[in-house]
């Protein structure tokens, strides 16, 4: 197996757990924060970067990678890793996300889906064997299986039966997986707001052996304390001994929600998007750096925050460089979100070894400026 | 006197000398290129990235910092160099050049100008007294004289009043100047492609006691071969104790060409500005990265660079990087070009050492497939 889960320890006060996922690439300790790449970069980022901020794993997307520059010139580069100068863990999605919600007049069969290039209208077909192929050619640690993410809201019968062709597609993705020897294949519970559907999904997908489980479908626009319902219902449902990943979910709040419902992974291109507009992750909550009271402020953008950033640079001189359009000012806000959030997840871990993660919790919302979990990001 | 020039020797082939700019931010290694931080940043780049591709100075922009943010903030946050976090030599330009070419609706009196601000139509007023005020509140090491630059074509007669109104504006940015412990002011040398006011305004400015010289009015269109005949006649009437500027000129083969004709110091957008459209300088020439060519060359950008870029990223990963768009495509072609530049003035100075320099143009020349010196960049 390409993939193993070593559990470590579980908080005494939730469900949250401490470990290690072993992956070809090197060792993740979780509960983690996967920075996304879409593109084969993690955007305005160097991998000396990521690694100094301490990302441990990185996510890139399959279906953005398919569409441009392509798997086989991915794959005749020698892989992602040495496509993009990354040697740490890489995940990549299966792209039934984005072919869901970037591409457009998407047909769904039980073969798989068509649809046409977000890019130049191009007509393409992925299909759970496509989606293996494309993830075998570019090699990542962890690759996902082929889903359909219903949108939110969404009636029962419609999930329903997306969330079985799911599970169909799940066995054909196990199926034409290749490359398991070195690439470990997560399945993706689905099943809406539904507590059966989720349930049912579970069983079908524990019922084959996939090395790690994913929770798709949260984050999709639903109120935040129906995502911590769909957890509190779907996580006994998944294997203690394999990692758990929520897909799609960044915010400070839902990370640490999440993790003390036991999820071990988690990723969003949050940290990274709200970083290119100015929004800044701070120990005081968020800050918008645009803000024309930062204009002739010299301190750091978080007096709490030892990262790059805050070290060296002044709110006023980011706000400069945001205003004027300058590079420089977005690579210095994302760095410093990204690394809010790794240490964020270094704090949830010695939480959890020190049994004291709904502590932390309320310590941390309440400096945070959280009242309640709905507020989120 | 805050700026001194140190001679060390002379090439035994041509005019081009080795020395060294001492500032109150330590020593620049001439010849050098400068790269340049428009708005108190070089695009993209870090200052650690700057140092690491051995930029020994850069230049910022008057005009663009007094627009934005204002140089009192940038006097409330310490100076440029606490602002931009760069502990190296600074020049800044005086806002001339700006004003004639950026600005909309100018109007020129004997006493400054007038002119409206490209960002916002803004009516503004800069005198050599003001930019006087401007660069002292910036603080770099070295400030310029208020100039202003004449457009090419230009008659005779223009050019004459205009280079003798530069040399009266110089004459008051001397008598303002308010930091002459620790800010050196060098004056511009203007008159177009006249020899007897390009003779005339050396005259004039050598006769008022500035540390350093500059050459400005070049690179403004004219063919290659008027620039140097401009500094053929120039050159030798600049002080030979004093550091000579070239501005704006930033082509391989200009640098080249100016060191022999006895220029210390150049500065140009060029390779940051060609680096964002994708086009690099490689030891065999330019190469436009974005070409369909290079989707599947594996290949380093130049094959004899050692730079970041070159060391660890594929010509069709950075292909891949601009054509979707991403920021780190163009961190690696910023820092590929400005290296380059850096490394060709550094082989000018070993040249210089050796008394080869004429031997060194020709071979890189004809390694960059330049057959005369017109083709350039």
Redesign the interface.
């Known amino acids: 197996m390409a993939i193993k889960y070593e559990f470590i320890k579980q908080c005494k006060q939730s469900g949250a757990r401490l470990g290690r996922v072993h992956t070809p690439h090197g060792i993740i300790e979780t509960p983690t924060f996967m920075p996304v790449g879409t ?3 993690v ?4 991998p000396e970067e990521l690694k100094a901020l301490d990302a441990q794993i990185i996510l890139s997307n399959t279906y ?1 990678l398919f569409l ?2 392509g798997h086989e ?1 991915v794959k ?3 892989g992602l890793h040495t ?3 990354w040697d740490r863990p890489i995940l990549t999605d299966s792209g039934g996300f984005q072919v869901f919600s970037l591409s457009e007049r998407r047909k769904i069969t039980e073969e798989g889906v068509e649809f046409r290039s977000h890019l130049n209208g191009e007509k393409l077909f992925i299909s759970p064997e496509k989606a293996m192929e494309i993830q075998n050619a570019l090699g990542p640690d962890i690759m996902m299986a082929f889903d359909e993410c219903p949108p939110y809201p969404a009636t029962y019968e419609y999930v329903k039966q997306s969330t079985e062709r799911t599970s169909r597609w799940a066995e054909r993705c196990l199926a034409a997986h290749q490359r398991k020897h070195d690439q470990g294949l997560f399945a993706i519970v689905q099943g809406g707001m539904f507590e059966d559907l989720r349930v049912q999904s579970a069983k079908d997908l524990t019922s084959m052996d996939f090395p790690g489980y994913a929770i798709g479908g949260l984050s999709v626009g639903e109120p935040k304390h129906l995502m911590y319902e769909v957890l509190d219902y779907t996580v006994p449902h998944l294997p203690f001994d394999k990692p758990r990943y929520l897909m799609g979910v960044g915010s400070p709040d839902a990370l640490v929600e999440g993790s003390i419902r036991g999820i071990d992974m988690f990723d969003c291109v949050l940290p990274t998007r709200i970083a290119r507009n100015g929004t800044t992750m701070t120990s005081q909550g968020r800050l918008v750096i645009r803000n024309a009271k930062f ?2 402020d ?1 301190g750091p953008l978080d007096p709490n925050c030892d990262c790059y950033t805050c070290k ?3 709110r ?2 980011i ?3 945001l ?2 359009d ?6 210095l806000t994302t760095y410093h979100n990204l690394h809010f959030l790794t240490r964020l997840m270094k704090n949830v871990r010695e939480a959890i070894m020190n049994d004291c993660l709904l502590d932390y919790r309320d310590q941390f919302f309440a400096q945070y400026g959280l009242l309640d979990n709905d507020k989120g990001f």
Chains 1, 2 share one sequence.
């Open positions: 593109q084969a970069t955007k305005t980022m160097s953005h441009r520059p010139i005749k580069a020698g496509f993009m100068n204009a002739e010299f060296n640079y002044s006023a001189y706000r400069h460089l205003k004027a300058e590079t420089f000012g977005i690579r």
